[in-house]
């Protein structure tokens, strides 16, 4: 009997400077599906998300309301749990980068980066954001004095120069390029690939890795001279400075998975199977992450997907700065957890920007949700409990059903899309499957071949038998195959149909979903009563 397959997935960890808006937890949505169905497959599987809480910001805004960093860092992170539980995440690590673990971890990174030869004190001028650090001259937004950077437009930048410690990125911009060229597809989407690739062979420049000035992060662990930074009682000396957010914020990854801790656990999982980040910290994941890996002698991860932003309409990015944003509580509110993350993922490309509303929420839900599937489902229980007297047939061979010849394309080409990250195609094409199956029953009319049956047709029994169990071996596989999106609606469609669901609440347990995605993979039995699953909603009401 072979190993199951180990797969780790990591989100980009958050901001925990104020409560997530939904285009925060949209890429979290996505990599808990691609994490319920790795586990479901029978993949041995981490999933690791969490927060980044050494922001600069966060100090400041702790003071605006009169609270130490760590209570105002602890509260936000209590908000950041409840709502993604709310829409039903289950990471395997919930990491902060406060814990003790990961400190130990980021200060272990600058020991070997300067064991290696790879940082060195120098001096940093340059345009400073209060909430992100020093910009790129590139990365600016200039209207006449006033400079901002692109992620906070409503701050105002300020001209600053320290003394820091700097990690030699240039010096790894040929191994960058080799990287690239032999691992073409490490990358995706591809023009995510390519910007990066451009923008290393325009020049990599060193950049700065502690902060002088910052009270609140994680203690620098080496002095100006070379010698530990630790004072005679073992406390941080706080004159070695504090190292800087984004050095710290990515070595989470390797933190979550027993760096340096744990040598057993770390080998276990490491190299990360896959990387989920947003476009715009392409550059930190795909040119500073992996020359960070390299200088301490780890290996790099296998893929990094980059995702959009979710857009307003006119194209303006939805963010918490601009107050153009979904509040997870009221979308959760209106279209329920499972209906939250559906929509989500179908209406957003999860491989590039995509412009959304309420309105095309509310209407995706209906219309897939409600009439779609939900209709689906619950006309065709309620016409075998009415012509069946509740009997569940086995559905007919695929040499006999419109349907199950049809499946085998279908189920190929949702996997195939699900794995390659395109969430939002693999949904279109379940749903195309959906559509195929109302169709079936406005061409099959059950309820006629009922009526005939009724009048003593034998022919007209039997196909209204095969009829009926092709409807429900459909919404069988389609419940089962959308369990990774609508996780909780999953277990409640099975029991309507009368099937077992094997699996735990984070898809774990249960024989790989293969198996039971095998057209008449279930033996005959019955249905129970049809509730709807997603209540149709009245747009005007929900405004």
């Given at each position: 009997?072979?190993?199951?397959?180990?797969?780790?997935?990591?989100?980009?960890?958050?901001?925990?400077?104020?409560?997530?808006?939904?285009?925060?937890?949209?890429?979290?949505?996505?990599?808990?599906?691609?994490?319920?169905?790795?586990?479901?497959?029978?993949?041995?599987?981490?999933?690791?998300?969490?927060?980044?809480?050494?922001?600069?910001?966060?100090?400041?805004?702790?003071?605006?309301?009169?609270?130490?960093?760590?209570?105002?860092?602890?509260?936000?992170?209590?908000?950041?749990?409840?709502?993604?539980?709310?829409?039903?995440?289950?990471?395997?690590?919930?990491?902060?980068?406060?814990?003790?673990?990961?400190?130990?971890?980021?200060?272990?990174?600058?020991?070997?980066?300067?064991?290696?030869?790879?940082?060195?004190?120098?001096?940093?001028?340059?345009?400073?954001?209060?909430?992100?650090?020093?910009?790129?001259?590139?990365?600016?937004?200039?209207?006449?004095?006033?400079?901002?950077?692109?992620?906070?437009?409503?701050?105002?930048?300020?001209?600053?120069?320290?003394?820091?410690?700097?990690?030699?990125?240039?010096?790894?911009?040929?191994?960058?390029?080799?990287?690239?060229?032999?691992?073409?597809?490490?990358?995706?989407?591809?023009?995510?690939?390519?910007?990066?690739?451009?923008?290393?062979?325009?020049?990599?420049?060193?950049?700065?890795?502690?902060?002088?000035?910052?009270?609140?992060?994680?203690?620098?662990?080496?002095?100006?001279?070379?010698?530990?930074?630790?004072?005679?009682?073992?406390?941080?000396?706080?004159?070695?400075?504090?190292?800087?957010?984004?050095?710290?914020?990515?070595?989470?990854?390797?933190?979550?998975?027993?760096?340096?801790?744990?040598?057993?656990?770390?080998?276990?999982?490491?190299?990360?199977?896959l990387h989920v980040i947003g476009k715009d910290i392409n550059r930190f994941h795909t040119v500073y992450w992996p020359a960070m890996l390299m200088s301490a002698g780890l290996p790099l991860p296998k893929l990094v997907w980059v995702h959009g932003w979710l857009l307003v309409q006119g194209g303006e990015r939805m963010s918490k700065t601009r107050?153009?944003?979904?509040?997870?509580?009221?979308?959760?509110?209106?279209?329920?957890?499972?209906?939250?993350?559906?929509?989500?993922?179908?209406?957003?490309?999860?491989?590039?920007?995509?412009?959304?509303?309420?309105?095309?929420?509310?209407?995706?839900?209906?219309?897939?949700?409600?009439?779609?599937?939900?209709?689906?489902?619950?006309?065709?229980?309620?016409?075998?409990?009415?012509?069946?007297?509740?009997?569940?047939?086995?559905?007919?061979?695929?040499?006999?059903?419109?349907?199950?010849?049809?499946?085998?394309?279908?189920?190929?080409?949702?996997?195939?899309?699900?794995?390659?990250?395109?969430?939002?195609?693999?949904?279109?094409?379940?749903?195309?499957?959906?559509?195929?199956?109302?169709?079936?029953?406005?061409?099959?009319?059950?309820?006629?071949?009922?009526?005939?049956?009724?009048?003593?047709?034998?022919?007209?029994?039997?196909?209204?038998?095969?009829?009926?169990?092709?409807?429900?071996?459909?919404?069988?596989?389609?419940?089962?195959?959308?369990?990774?999106?609508?996780?909780?609606?999953?277990?409640?469609?099975?029991?309507?149909?009368?099937?077992?669901?094997?699996?735990?609440?984070?898809?774990?347990?249960?024989?790989?979903?293969?198996?039971?995605?095998?057209?008449?993979?279930?033996?005959?039995?019955?249905?129970?009563?049809?509730?709807?699953?997603?209540?149709?909603?009245?747009?005007?009401?929900?405004?």
């Open positions: 009997m072979t190993s199951p397959r180990r797969y780790y997935i990591t989100t980009a960890i958050a901001y925990a400077n104020s409560p997530p808006g939904l285009h925060t937890l949209f890429e979290v949505i996505g990599a808990d599906a691609l994490a319920r169905w790795h586990r479901m497959l029978g993949d041995e599987t981490f999933f690791l998300t969490g927060t980044d809480e050494h922001s600069l910001n966060i100090p400041g805004r702790a003071v605006e309301l009169g609270k130490d960093p760590r209570t105002f860092v602890d509260e936000i992170v209590e908000i950041y749990k409840q709502q993604e539980s709310m829409l039903g995440i289950t990471p395997d690590r919930f990491i902060r980068t406060t814990d003790a673990d990961h400190i130990r971890a980021a200060q272990e990174m600058v020991r070997r980066a300067y064991g290696n030869g790879d940082i060195y004190r120098g001096t940093y001028e340059g345009w400073y954001c209060s909430a992100e650090g020093f910009r790129l001259e590139a990365d600016l937004i200039r209207d006449g004095d006033r400079v901002t950077c692109p992620n906070h437009p409503t701050l105002q930048l300020e001209w600053v120069s320290e003394s820091n410690w700097f990690f030699r990125l240039s010096s790894y911009q040929e191994r960058l390029e080799r990287l690239y060229e032999e691992h073409p597809d490490w990358v995706q989407p591809e023009y995510r690939k390519n910007e990066m690739l451009a923008f290393i062979r325009g020049g990599l420049e060193d950049f700065s890795i502690s902060r002088e000035r910052a009270e609140w992060g994680i203690p620098f662990p080496i002095r100006e001279d070379g010698s530990d930074a630790l004072l005679p009682d073992g406390s941080p000396d706080p004159a070695a400075g504090r190292i800087y957010v984004w050095y710290d914020a990515l070595v989470n990854y390797i933190t979550g998975v027993g760096f340096p801790d744990d040598p057993e656990m770390f080998a276990r999982w490491w190299p990360a199977d107050g153009n944003f979904l509040d997870p509580n009221d979308v959760v509110a209106a279209l329920g957890s499972d209906g939250a993350r559906y929509v989500t993922l179908r209406e957003v490309a999860f491989d590039r920007d995509s412009d959304v509303s309420w309105d095309s929420f509310v209407r995706r839900y209906n219309a897939d949700l409600a009439n779609d599937f939900g209709n689906l489902l619950n006309r065709t229980l309620s016409m075998t409990g009415r012509y069946l007297d509740g009997e569940r047939p086995a559905p007919r061979p695929p040499d006999a059903s419109p349907l199950a010849s049809a499946w085998g394309n279908v189920l190929a080409n949702y996997r195939e899309r699900l794995e390659r990250c395109l969430l939002h195609e693999a949904l279109e094409t379940l749903w195309g499957f959906v559509g195929r199956a109302n169709r079936f029953v406005d061409s099959e009319q059950p309820w006629a071949l009922a009526k005939s049956a009724r009048n003593e047709d034998p022919a007209a029994a039997q196909r209204l038998q095969g009829v009926l169990g092709d409807l429900l071996e459909a919404c069988r596989l389609v419940s089962f195959a959308a369990a990774p999106f609508i996780p909780a609606t999953a277990p409640r469609a099975a029991q309507q149909l009368g099937v077992p669901y094997p699996y735990r609440a984070d898809g774990n347990g249960g024989p790989p979903i293969l198996e039971l995605l095998r057209w008449g993979s279930q033996p005959p039995g019955r249905v129970s009563t049809p509730a709807p699953l997603f209540p149709r909603l009245e747009v005007e009401a929900v405004e």
